[in-house]
């Protein structure tokens, strides 16, 4: 039954791809609509098959008469898929909901609506069989046709050549990454005997293939997930499609490839040895500083979210790093706790990114500004947006009571359980990673308290800015389901671990029995004594505490006097004495200065008489990512230098081509005989 | 094991050794001379307490000789001999800026780490009571020629392989519990020796390059005549 | 083993240590300010002095700069009440409160900073200059301080096998004389960072006039009359919080474990003594350094978290193993 909710689900997505064509021969509310409707049913059937198949733990498969006749399409539901179906839905009605106001934004421009819906329901097409997907064959299928869909989504505007050297890029990372993920498909089925996961999971691998397997697998689905080294087209691909699109990209996209990453090293791949677990701890913890490292110094509030995306990634891989790290060390208790607090990272992340980048949308749908340098003062013009996008910022920044504290507290509480390790190395390592997780935190607070203060609080730098107006309540209702789950996730986190409970029990055989043994209103990793978390009583404290300092201070008080703000004397301020974004992140661009590539200069113009007087200062800064200069650019100087070479074969010359044929013949026949 | 087991002696011990380590990322840190020559003798009188320490928990007394010579040389003569030599140089107050503070906090850290890798099968077949400290010495030494290849100036590199110097009489100690007394002597009197030979060079260094930057020593190639 | 305490008596008596928490810290305030005045050679202000302002401030008619927006009025009572929250979870008088089980160290850090969130925040509201120096000059000391908090509290909690401060006490109080390096070492980085994080020299000058100099003032340069109450007090509440942190981890003798009336008046006049004793050495630090160029607090940080590494280290290494 759960199994025909999860193809309803996919079939609704369908659905809304193929009736978003119709919009291009009428063009009125009901075509505009109609796709969304569709896909927020998919989204609900999505929900509604993975929160099933977790609650009760299931297990269901079928082989469907689809693909080739000899390889058909096997598909599973299980509580791993569910999970993450679930994840999907929640963002699918979200948009939902979001869609049909923002997408007018598009009706007026160059490119059909139609192809906006159709590949969007493709895009959701794609995710929702990756995660059905039993066997090696229709996961192919399925990936590069999220991939393919998702590149169309990416180039809608491709007027613009920066648009279109994204999608490039995007396309080009995404198949070397499914070409990775395929290879290690391919060891694994050469040692299980068909391409059904089936196989693959009763297959012995002798160590070396197996960490083989797993390197590729790493490699292609952390490609996918936006990991530092190869993250480069994330902050590229995401500013530039639209921004429901941009949420569904960083809020289930990237997840679907953490989804696969699980798949494949804990079921399929099984026996996970510690040093895995050690690189993806590192790996996980150097995207996790450099993410937020490159997040800090972005002015360009879409591409400073994706970056932020790459840190959150990263925080992730480093929950199953520690994961992998313990099951590796025969601890699968505490195993447990690592996979829990990834797993509950990916939701909130799913949530509480999707809430930014609708938000961001929404700012960009009023004011037309992506740059936070010319933003300011919205909280007075769009109220109800920047209540949101405050939710959203105070959850990212993992503060309590909101959901972004609970899966941090659980993956300190993870890197917390090093000393019953037996290596005292790797009792030494994973408290450093701890730390830097504390830092990478500390410094995502300081970026979004500078995304929030740039934009919507202080005054408006630019006129359109100024002249704003709130958005439209469908776009509202869509980012404020977002945060009200951003709170309940954040307040009610044993409920949630008692529903993700299933996921550890079916990959790794345990349950966390002490995770919720106290109840609903403690949150108690391993034991009582050891840590605990009340998030309810907090939230009650937070409140009461408000109510009662209102109370008692606003009697028999007088109304509050308004007056011009300090001004040292000098007169009335004006915008441009506000701080910048780029000001704000000066000190720690000046503290962590090798990280990026700074190219700042300052010209100052002086007046004609007398010569000492300042006319005007010019500033500009350029940041780029060093990746991109030591990485990307060799390698693609490397390819083109290859291809030059071997581009000399084309000689043009009708003689050179004959000698090719007849030299191919000679050798044909030579090998014939 | 359980610390609190332990005498109070053994865990002073533990405190004297973990500060030793500590006066080793406090030279790599500072960049004036004066301070560096200061760090370097607090080592060398940790050390001295480390020493006592052993021939009080071991009961072997002649470690305290080895101490007390500890003490004069390493934290009294030597420093003296090195101020003096800077005072004299008028290089006391000059300021060395270090590049990269933060990247030799984190190569200092992985040194740690390795030699604690590196020592751990010393460590599980020691029996002496010392054991847990012989991973610190080796970090000693280890940072000891981190300094002498970070830093460019010619005292700053003498004091780096004092410093190694110190580290091996530390290893020698927690690991045999000190060398016979004629090594110990004899080495005790190399390092004075190499002291005072450091001195003459000095100035002959600067006479012929003008500066005590050992990176500047490339001119006295050929090439550059 | 001690019986297991009447609920009711434990969040009675949970209440009153966190009402008298919230009571006394201003008294902190003001022997510290009698002390630095004493060792200036300046005649000082009562001791009762901080209360005095508080009520003063109270009774004010508050003016808001005209573009204050609904989060500049709200962010005194967020920030007031997280420091309230802080205070209830960390012991003072008695030990195994209930209170203590809401929250561990890790969340108590999640504390401090949604305050400063809200008051970094609060901060860029206006749209001037002053407010978003501070702002970011608070969030990046903030974050070079965060891996050294941590790394201390990560030593701290590998130690005592717990990050439950009720715990980490009572395994320090039963542990009996004994040295560790490690302790040491994250003593003395919880100092630095408790020096950083409540804005005292050399990191921040809480008595400058300077708008140039301020880190915390700048941010709150707008508010005026029971919002700058509410804000000062819970600056009060926050050096509180960190001494008494370091008071009763480092020498936790004299706390109450049982909640007889003997036991929590030896407990109240244990921890008077101690804040009395980090009171005056507060004082002659803060009077024998002076406050640094903001580009060297990095350094200043930067040492913290190279102290709090090696009691790490020196745990794994010395410490545990055969």
Redesign the interface.
């Known amino acids: 039954m759960a199994l025909s909710i999860a193809y309803l689900a996919v079939i609704a997505a369908l659905a809304s791809a193929v009736i978003a064509l119709g919009s291009n021969f009428r063009r009125n509310d009901v075509t505009r609509t109609l796709p969304f409707l569709l896909l927020g049913a998919s989204g609900v059937a999505a929900v509604a098959a993975g929160g099933w198949a977790l609650l009760d733990n299931l297990k269901l498969t079928q082989q469907l008469a689809l693909g080739l006749p000899w390889m058909h399409w096997h598909l599973r539901l299980d509580a791993l898929s569910g999970f993450f179906f679930a994840v999907v839905g929640i963002l699918l009605v979200a948009v939902s909901f979001y869609g049909p106001a923002y997408v007018r934004e598009f009706e007026s421009s160059k490119q059909p609506l139609s192809v906006l819906g159709l590949f969007t329901g493709l895009f959701a097409t794609g995710m929702l069989l990756v995660l059905l997907a039993d066997d090696a064959f229709a996961f192919m299928v399925a990936w590069e046709l999220m991939s393919v869909s998702s590149y169309f989504l990416v180039t809608y505007q491709h007027q613009n050549a920066p648009n279109r050297r994204a999608g490039f890029l995007y396309l080009l990372m995404a198949h070397v990454g499914a070409l990775a993920i395929l290879l290690g498909f391919g060891v694994l089925a050469s040692f299980g005997g068909n391409f059904t996961f089936d196989a693959m999971r009763a297959a012995t691998l002798t160590p070396l293939w197996a960490s083989i397997a797993f390197a590729l697998a790493f490699f292609g689905f952390g490609m996918k997930a936006g990991l530092v080294p190869v993250h480069a087209w994330l902050p590229e691909a995401h500013p530039v499609a639209p921004s429901h699109i941009s949420a569904l990209m960083s809020g289930v996209m990237l997840k679907v490839a953490v989804y696969g990453f699980i798949r494949v090293t804990y079921d399929l791949v099984g026996d996970i040895q510690w040093q895995w677990g050690l690189a993806v701890l590192i790996v996980g913890t150097a995207s996790a500083l450099l993410g937020v490292l490159y997040t800090l110094m972005q002015s360009d509030l879409k591409r400073l979210l994706a970056y932020s995306s790459v840190e959150n990634i990263g925080i992730i891989f480093m929950g199953l790093g520690l994961s992998m790290i313990f099951l590796g060390t025969h601890h699968p208790v505490l195993g447990v706790i690592g996979l829990i607090a990834a797993l509950y990272h990916v939701l909130n992340h799913a949530v509480f990114k999707g809430l930014l980048f609708l938000g961001a949308g929404a700012v960009l749908y009023r004011t037309h500004e992506r740059d936070l340098e010319h933003l ?2 919205l ?2 013009r769009m109220p109800v947006t920047a209540a949101l996008f ?1 939710v959203g910022c ?1 959850s990212i ?4 009571p909101f959901n972004g ?1 609970v899966s941090e ?1 659980l993956t ?2 993870a890197a ?1 359980q ?2 019953k390790l037996e290596s ?2 790797l ?3 994973l ?2 990673a ?3 997780l ?2 990478t ?3 995502a ?2 970026a979004f ?2 995304v ?3 934009a919507f ?3 408006a730098r630019d006129r359109r800015a100024a002249h704003a107006r709130e958005v439209p309540a469908g776009m509202l209702i869509g980012m404020g389901m977002l945060a009200l789950l951003c709170l309940v996730l954040g307040i009610l986190p044993t409920t949630v671990i008692d529903v993700i409970d299933a996921v550890p029990q079916l990959l790794i055989g345990q349950a966390p029995p002490s995770l919720t043994a106290h109840g609903w209103l ?1 949150l108690t990793p391993v034991s ?7 998030a309810p ?2 939230l009650a ?2 409140v009461m ?2 109510f009662i ?2 109370l008692l ?1 606003r009697r028999n ?2 109304p ?9 004397g000098f007169g009335p ?1 004006n ?1 441009r ?3 910048t974004a780029a ?6 661009r ?2 962590f200065g ?1 990280v990026w590539k700074v190219q700042e200069q300052v010209e100052v113009a002086h007046a004609s008489a007398p010569a000492t007087l300042v006319s005007g200062v010019r500033h500009q800064l350029h940041i780029s990512d060093w990746s991109w200069i030591k990485l990307y650019e060799p390698i693609g100087s490397l390819v083109l230098t290859g291809a030059r070479h071997i581009g000399r074969l084309h000689s043009g010359h009708i003689r050179t081509y004959l000698m090719y044929t007849f030299g191919t013949l000679l050798l044909l026949l030579w090998i014939v005989t | 094991m359980n610390l609190a087991s332990l005498s109070l002696y053994h865990q002073a011990l533990l405190v004297a050794a973990a500060l030793v380590l500590f006066t080793s990322f406090m030279m790599l840190a500072t960049a004036r001379i004066r301070p560096l020559i200061f760090a370097f003798a607090w080592q060398g009188a940790l050390l001295a307490i480390v020493t006592a320490l052993v021939a009080l928990v071991s009961n072997h007394p002649h470690l305290y000789v080895s101490a007390l010579l500890t003490l004069g040389l390493k934290a009294l003569l030597i420093p003296w001999m090195l101020h003096r030599l800077s005072a004299r140089l008028n290089i006391l107050h000059e300021v060395e800026p270090i590049m990269h503070p933060s990247m030799m906090l984190v190569a200092g850290a992985m040194l740690v780490i390795f030699s604690y890798y590196v020592a751990t099968p010393i460590v599980h077949l020691s029996t002496l009571v010392t054991r847990n400290t012989i991973a610190v010495s080796m970090a000693v030494i280890l940072l000891g020629m981190l300094l002498m290849v970070s830093r460019s100036k010619a005292v700053a590199q003498v004091v780096g392989f004092m410093s190694i110097e110190n580290g091996l009489f530390f290893a020698a100690v927690v690991s045999t519990y000190g060398m016979p007394m004629i090594v110990e002597l004899g080495i005790a009197f190399d390092v004075l020796v190499a002291m005072v030979l450091f001195g003459v060079f000095f100035f002959q260094i600067r006479a012929s390059i003008d500066s005590l930057d050992v990176d500047r020593m490339n001119r006295l190639s050929e090439k550059n005549e | 083993m001690n019986p297991a305490p009447d609920p009711v008596l434990a969040w009675a008596l949970a209440l009153i240590q966190t009402l008298l928490f919230i009571a006394a810290a201003p008294l902190l305030a003001g022997w510290v300010k009698r002390i630095k005045c004493h060792m200036q050679n300046r005649a000082a202000p009562s001791l009762f002095q901080p209360y005095r302002d508080l009520s003063k401030l109270f009774r004010k008619d508050v003016v808001l700069a005209e573009n204050a927006s609904w989060l500049f009025r709200a962010a005194p009572y967020v920030v007031f009440g997280a420091f309230i929250l802080a205070a209830s979870v960390v012991p003072l008088v008695a030990a195994h409160l209930p209170t203590a089980a809401i929250a561990d160290v890790i969340v108590l850090v999640g504390f401090f900073a949604l305050a400063r969130f809200f008051l970094a925040l609060a901060g860029m509201d206006i749209g001037t200059a002053f407010g978003g120096m501070g702002s970011s000059r608070e969030m990046t000391i903030a974050s070079l301080a965060e891996p050294a908090m941590l790394m201390a509290v990560f030593t701290l909690a590998m130690i005592a096998s717990t990050t439950n401060l009720s715990v980490v006490i009572e395994h320090n109080l039963h542990a009996g004389l004994v040295l560790r390096p490690s302790l040491l070492f994250a003593l003395l980085a919880l100092a630095m960072v408790a020096v950083a994080e409540s804005g005292r020299i050399p990191v921040d000058n809480p008595a400058t006039h300077l708008e140039l100099t301020m880190v915390h003032e700048a941010m709150i340069l707008e508010y005026s009359a029971r919002h700058l109450a509410l804000i000062e007090w819970a600056s009060q509440i926050k050096l509180m919080i960190y001494a008494v942190l370091i008071a009763n981890i480092f020498w936790p003798w004299g706390i109450a474990e049982t909640f007889t009336a003997t036991a929590l008046a030896w407990g109240a006049v244990a921890i008077t003594a101690k804040l009395a004793l980090i009171g005056i050495f507060l004082v002659v630090w803060e009077t024998v350094m002076a406050k640094m160029r903001l580009f060297r607090v990095p350094q200043f940080l930067g040492f913290a978290f190279l102290l709090a590494l090696l009691g790490m280290l020196t745990h794994v290494i010395l410490e545990t193993g055969t």
């Open positions: 300011g003062g909280i007075h405050l105070i920044s993992a503060l309590p504290f507290w300190f509480q917390l090093t000393p005292g190395v009792r030494a390592i408290p450093i701890a730390a830097l504390a830092l935190g500390a410094l607070a300081a308290v500078k929030y203060g740039v609080l202080g005054k403690w009582a004594d050891i840590a605990s978390y009340s009583l907090v404290a937070i505490t408000f300092g209102r201070l008080a007088n509050i006097r308004y007056s011009a703000p300090w001004d040292c301020l915008s004495m506000q701080y000001a704000f992140a000066q000190p720690i000046r503290v090798g």
